[in-house]
């Protein structure tokens, strides 16, 4: 049954225990003891855990855990809580941020950015570009680019001139050739993405507005 610091409630996605973060941890895992002992149910069940705002270091979640291993009715399926931590803040700034680098990426060099990053200059021949968001080049292309590396699919390449040897987004990678049919060789800046169904595909700049609308929106747009 429910205790004073201890609450359980179905969801569509199924049962959270809710773990109140004003109380004291010793009077939390009292009250969760009591309620594991006397909450019953017909069979053995997966719930989520809810910590509310209250910070738990590995140990402290080690001994909630210790309460429900011993359960014979609960087993945890994940914790989550409104809390996070400095090194996930820091992550979650630095992809939102956007680097620049003026200069050439000269050949076996390879140029790596957290977010977004603005190039200016060119990437020569097995030169690299490696962002966890989008990699826009205010010069050539003529070596590798890999945009969305952390896993994001959503993520562009942009470029003044479109001659590279390998263009990667995530991980869909397209090996360019002359006989590629990805290049346009237009005398604008061009822009490669990946369309619904993860295939690789260059247009004009002037369609990303279509393609991507959050990013014209995040970035201003492009006139």
Known sequence: MPTKHVTMKGTRDGLIIHLNDSCTF???????????????????IEVDVHLGYRYCSEEMIKQIETLFQ???YF????????????ELC????????????????R??????????IVIIGDINPNGKVVANGNIFILGQLKGAAHAGAAGDVKSVIVASHMDPTHL???????LVNEDSSLLLHANRMECVHLLDNGQMTMSELK???????????RIGGFQ
């Not at 939390?28 to 002992?37: D, Q």
């Not at 990667?168 to 397209?174: F, G, L």
């Open 207 to 217: 369609d990303l507005r279509l393609a991507r609308p959050d990013l014209m929106t």
């Open 70 to 72: 011993q359960s014979a």
């Open 168 to 174: 990667m987004i995530a991980d869909v990678t397209e």
């Open 75 to 86: 087993t945890v399926r994940e914790y989550d809580s409104f809390v996070v931590t400095k």
């Open 107 to 116: 050949s076996g060099q390879v140029l790596q950015a957290e977010g977004d």
């Open 26 to 44: 010793e009077q939390l895992l009292s009250s969760l003891e009591r309620f594991l002992t006397d909450e019953r149910v017909a069979e053995k």
């Open 90 to 105: 820091r992550r979650e700034v630095e992809k939102l941020k956007t680097e620049q680098y003026i200069g050439i990426v």
